[in-house]
């Protein structure tokens, strides 16, 4: 196994357990992504100076730019953006992300500071995922940035807690805020369904069991019902038996998507709203 595998089964095992039904090579192209993303994510999260954690993040961003090959987390994603025809440019929204955690104090007071947020630390991942999986039409492209939001909100919705400590507010610490975020995620996931059949058929079950088992992260924190038993509940996660269940339901959704053709993209506002910002088309 390699240190990128490890990382992976390590810090995200609702993906590694989806990615199990990726091709070896594809998934080996995934692991090199997840290994960049969660290089910067721990520059930003570590118990550092803040003072500390911004000049790492810098340095590193730098020797991004700069193709510093002696960095083998560098290299290999190089590798991964030209093979793939990635722009770097989603790269650099990735970092504009992350750096914006890199205060004293976050906090997110707008819809809008939220879609574009997400859209920077996890839309951006969504979509180079689907360029690794060979995704071409800019339809299918905008929905798997879809994934990646609606990933994002249900993260931001399960770690209310934690990131309090951490001095960021990304939304309201109370019940209504994160159950309308949950509801919120959902329309991005129902968008991003509508275009898992651009994908490739050798790597299309493993997207449908990852929306899935991370869907029920979000449906597991709405049974929690109030603040109380939230607070109290700790990290929610789904269990390997759960994920087994949802592997099996994820076969209905595969048969669901041969019924399914259109092509309308049901977050066309959001988008609106996003390249008020960022011109996404660039970026595809």
């Given at each position: 196994?390699t ?35 969660r ?29 510093n ?15 793939d ?58 929905c ?33 805020s994160i ?21 490739p ?11 899935r088992?991370?869907?029920k992260i ?15 509940s ?20 595969l048969?669901?998507l ?11 506002n ?15």
């Amino acid at each position: 196994m390699t240190k990128s595998q490890s990382l992976l089964s390590k810090h995200a095992k609702s993906f590694n357990w989806a990615g199990f039904f990726l091709p070896k090579e594809t998934f080996n192209k995934c692991s090199i992504l997840y290994d960049f993303c969660r290089t910067i994510d721990d520059i930003a999260d570590t118990d550092n100076d803040l003072y500390i954690r911004k000049k790492n993040l810098l340095k590193f961003r730098s020797d991004f730019r700069n193709k510093n090959y002696s960095n083998n987390i560098i290299k290999n994603i190089y590798l991964v953006l030209n093979k793939d025809n990635i722009s770097y440019k989603i790269i650099d929204d990735l970092f504009d992300g992350i750096e914006s955690d890199l205060k004293k104090k976050v906090e997110i007071t707008t819809q809008k500071d939220l879609l574009i947020y997400s859209y920077r630390v996890a839309g951006t991942v969504g979509l180079m995922m689907a360029k690794i999986l060979k995704v071409k039409d800019n339809y299918s492209l905008k929905c798997a940035i879809d994934l990646g939001i609606a990933m994002q909100l249900t993260n931001i919705a399960r770690d209310v807690v934690e990131d309090k400590k951490k001095g960021r507010f990304y939304i309201n610490h109370n019940f209504d805020s994160i159950k309308e975020t949950i509801d919120v995620a959902e329309t991005f996931y129902d968008s991003a369904f509508l275009a898992i059949k651009s994908i490739p058929i050798i790597s299309r079950f493993s997207i449908i069991v990852a929306r899935r088992v991370y869907k029920k992260i979000g449906n597991k924190i709405l049974k929690q019902k109030n603040l109380e038993n939230y607070n109290n509940s700790g990290k929610i996660y789904i269990s390997n038996f759960g994920k087994i269940v949802e592997t099996f339901l994820s076969f209905y959704d595969l048969l669901k998507l041969f019924f399914i053709s259109s092509k309308v993209h049901l977050k066309h506002n959001e988008y609106k709203i996003l390249n008020e910002e960022i011109n996404i088309d660039d970026k595809i």
